[in-house]
């Protein structure tokens, strides 16, 4: 309902208006409802039918978690600490890492197979020939380009070898991520 809203800073106060001793709302909407959207607009009248405005009072917005109703980043990020985000344990292990935020991203994409590789390119309609840019003899899918190809497997040789370890490779990002869940967790050989 805010999309279509042409009075998008608009206080409820704005909105309200009385005809006749009656309460009803002009919401100033930029467009008619669509059929899709009228269960929204139930759902905003539903919340605004409970709302009753003091007269005497200035109608504004509030930042409730605050006594003085300021809004302050410090108390939002106290309360984003609070919220458990995802109960999925690939989550906490790539964002709790010691690693730059990129990293985390980019790892947390692959996770989730949201890394633009040509498969998923094409799963969102493009089309292509899907064909690996390095080793050219497969397709292109999160786990061919981290870790089957033969370029992509090279470099994890080259970096495992460094530290001596042989590893056997995962099936999947996620895989990945637990089997190097901890400093002292030995990835699974
Ligand atoms: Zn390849």
Redesign the pocket.
Known sequence: MYRISSVKTATVRQMRKTVNRVQEWDLGFRRDINDWEVEELSNLLSALEVVHLDDEEEDRLIWKPESDGEFKVSSFNKILMTIRLDPNPVFNIIWEAPIPYKVCFFSWEASLHKIHTQDRLQRCGITLVNR?H??K??C?TVL??LFT???ASKVWSEFLNLFGVSWVFPNSVEACVLSWESPNKKPKI
């Open positions: 690996c390095m080793c003899r497969a292109e061919h380009l190809c033969d370029f």
